[in-house]
């Protein structure tokens, strides 16, 4: 079945691979008759809502280079991100927000968890004004959002437009365009002064609402609290919300860790979906839930260390979209009966990328930048628009 496929180190020389029993049951759910894991009740639950890509495929097999791939079409670090694209092509909605917003979270047991690198979100080449915003996980979501004491938002004002002055005397001198992101940037944090605060305030939230998020929704560096930011961000004008969360690395305690994982966004992921529609945002919001890889069908280790269970990564494996355009109740592609490899409409990472930027309104041929004597686009020179999951 492998036929030479690469993996990680921790089964490169493993010879003996156990195909793994199933850990969690899975049941048809809605009209569509979705498959879905009994870890993921709230998700079967909005079923008809959402299409099943499963047939996702990488050629990356460690998380940095999958990630970094996922998210820039390049494996190498230095290309700008899917939200900087994004933002780049459509500009901004808002002067109140960024048009790009990163939010990262991981479970309360603090297992397993891969390390989240700046340039999943940055810019790349392209100027710095379109590298994402990372929102903390405690305090202020934004540093420095507070004066400091003694300075009052007048005197902040003050300094900022003759900063301001110095810094356009240095653009016409030098023609840098990152003097003018500068400028920009330090406009943008005067006006997130008022705009955040509001933006983090729950208290107006129906209590229906907030408990269909889950008992996490207000705390800090949860996905549960994440999601309903990732709400609030695109009601107020942000083109792109980009949340991840750690520890889907199940090489050795599968058997706890997954259930665990699944509940942290199950709920959340299923009451963003909800919420969007009851607001009637979900037809012109694009809402994406996945992975950079999937996991083996094989056992890593022994069959006979229950206690131990696990798998490696990748090759193929399912993500789930809803609204934007996006065809509902469907399930597209299908991978072999082992859960290994495509076999039916595979799906790879820059068709994904080019099916995301038609959705939103972009070719992605013709989204380009020159840099350095050639004209660089998300996708390289690949992908096509996957037509079988659009509306």
């Known amino acids: 079945?492998?036929?030479?496929?690469?993996?990680?180190?921790?089964?490169?020389?493993?010879?003996?691979?156990?195909?793994?029993?199933?850990?969690?049951?899975?049941?048809?759910?809605?009209?569509?008759?979705?498959w879905v894991s009994d870890f993921l009740p709230r998700t079967a639950a909005i079923a008809d809502e959402l299409c099943f890509v499963k047939s996702m495929f990488t050629t990356q097999v460690n998380h940095a280079p999958a990630i970094c791939f996922f998210l820039t079409g390049s494996e190498m670090p230095g290309h700008p991100s899917m939200g900087s694209w994004l933002t780049y092509g459509l500009g901004s909605e808002t002067e109140e927000m960024p048009g790009f917003v990163v939010m990262t979270s991981r479970d309360k047991e603090a297992s397993c968890g891969q390390i989240f690198y700046d340039f999943y979100w940055g810019s790349g080449f392209l100027p710095t004004k379109f590298q994402g915003v990372k929102f903390r996980g405690q305090g202020d979501p934004v540093l420095y959002l507070s004066n400091p004491d003694g300075l009052s938002r007048e005197s902040r004002r003050a300094s900022l437009d003759d900063l301001a002055k110095l810094n356009d005397l240095t653009l016409k001198e030098f023609g840098d365009p990152e003097v003018s992101t500068s400028i920009a940037l330090y406009e943008m944090a005067y006006k997130?002064?008022?705009?955040?605060?509001?933006?983090?305030?729950?208290?107006?939230?129906?209590?229906?609402?907030?408990?269909?998020?889950?008992?996490?929704?207000?705390?800090?560096?949860?996905?549960?609290?994440?999601?309903?930011?990732?709400?609030?961000?695109?009601?107020?004008?942000?083109?792109?919300?980009?949340?991840?969360?750690?520890?889907?690395?199940?090489?050795?305690?599968?058997?706890?860790?997954?259930?665990?994982?699944?509940?942290?966004?199950?709920?959340?992921?299923?009451?963003?979906?909800?919420?969007?529609?009851?607001?009637?945002?979900?037809?012109?919001?694009?809402?994406?839930?996945?992975?950079?890889?999937?996991?083996?069908?094989?056992?890593?280790?022994?069959?006979?260390?229950?206690?131990?269970?696990?798998?490696?990564?990748?090759?193929?494996?399912?993500?789930?979209?809803?609204?934007?355009?996006?065809?509902k109740g469907a399930s597209y592609g299908a991978s072999d009966d082992f859960g290994f490899a495509p076999v039916k409409d595979a799906v790879h990472v820059h068709d994904l990328q080019a099916t995301i930027l038609?959705?939103?309104?972009?070719?992605?041929?013709?989204?380009?930048?020159?840099?350095?004597?050639?004209?660089?686009?998300?996708?390289?020179?690949?992908?096509?628009?996957?037509k079988g999951v659009l509306a």
């Open 192 to 327: 997130m002064q008022t705009s955040v605060p509001e933006l983090t305030d729950f208290s107006k939230e129906p209590q229906k609402v907030l408990d269909s998020y889950g008992p996490d929704v207000k705390r800090q560096r949860s996905f549960a609290y994440n999601c309903l930011m990732a709400r609030r961000l695109v009601e107020r004008g942000t083109r792109f919300v980009q949340l991840l969360h750690a520890g889907w690395d199940q090489h050795r305690n599968l058997n706890t860790q997954l259930k665990v994982q699944c509940t942290d966004v199950d709920a959340p992921s299923a009451a963003l979906v909800s919420d969007l529609k009851r607001l009637g945002r979900l037809d012109d919001t694009l809402v994406i839930w996945g992975g950079e890889f999937g996991r083996t069908p094989f056992l890593q280790g022994k069959i006979e260390d229950v206690k131990s269970w696990g798998r490696d990564h990748p090759y193929v494996f399912t993500l789930w979209m809803a609204g934007g355009g996006i065809k």
């Open 358 to 386: 038609h959705l939103l309104g972009l070719d992605h041929t013709k989204l380009t930048f020159r840099f350095q004597g050639r004209d660089f686009r998300l996708t390289d020179v690949h992908g096509s628009v996957v």
């Open 1 to 34: 079945m492998v036929k030479g496929a690469r993996f990680s180190t921790m089964t490169g020389g493993q010879t003996v691979r156990p195909c793994l029993p199933e850990i969690t049951k899975f049941k048809q759910y809605g009209a569509s008759g979705a």
